[in-house]
């Protein structure tokens, strides 16, 4: 009999404790959206405010829930480092924790990231002295770990790209042949610009060579290293990448 009572008593406290989580969760919910939505007003302010906002976001990709309390409003980290005066920032543009966008004081290129563009820890985009920038359309992620170094010609990415992790692009070809001078002083060249089309998917560690257009839909293989052109909706991959089948039920695949 009293292990009986005993037992209902359990089964009374286990229900009460079931019914109060999720009031408390929800109490707890309310009271981090408002503090959100309250330090990101005075963001603009000062940078403590941002970091204040950031302190019941969570980390990494969890801090992409909270975008919508942003409005229209790109989210910087304040654990990115960012010093690029030509850096131009889409509405729900997301810049990861620990990622550096930087241009030398002599840059005369730019950052250009369209709509939705996603950019995630431990990326690195270097302007250098030339013209090069980085374009990227809308709705495009680009894992942790890229590198973008449009020293001399420009990088183009399209809309609905997935990069993955620790993919680099060179736009141009550090020279060697004048052996009376140091590696470091030798010139930069180029073939031409880095062109990826809309809805690429680039496996992990991708190299992509100067003067490469990818096409729509093209899906490059891990690991390998692009130096000429893939054509739409192909399969490739190795080193030097090579196509090795299309896309099946696509109306565009060369006959």
Known sequence: MDHSVSSTQD??????LAR???VTKTLRDIMARSWVQTMIKFAPISPLFLRLAELPMGIYKDKRRWLRYFGER???????QVSCPTLKLGPRCFIDDYVTIYA???ARGGVYLAENVHIYRWSMVELGEGEGSLKVDRNTYIQSGCIFNPFVGNIIIGADCMIAARCAF?????GFADTTRPMREQPLTSKGDIIIEDD?????NVAVMDGVRIGR??????GAVVTKDIPPYALAG????QVIRYRKNCDALPQ
Request: charged share 10%.
């Open 11 to 16: 089964n009374l406290q286990q229900n009460l």
């Open 170 to 174: 060179t736009p141009y070809q550090h």
């Open 238 to 241: 190795g080193v030097p990448a």
């Open 104 to 106: 030398h004081p002599k």
């Open 217 to 222: 839909g093209a899906i490059i293989g891990a």
């Open 74 to 80: 790109p989210y910087i980290s304040s654990k990115a």
């Open 200 to 204: 690429v998917w680039l496996g992990l």
């Open 20 to 22: 109060r989580q999720p």
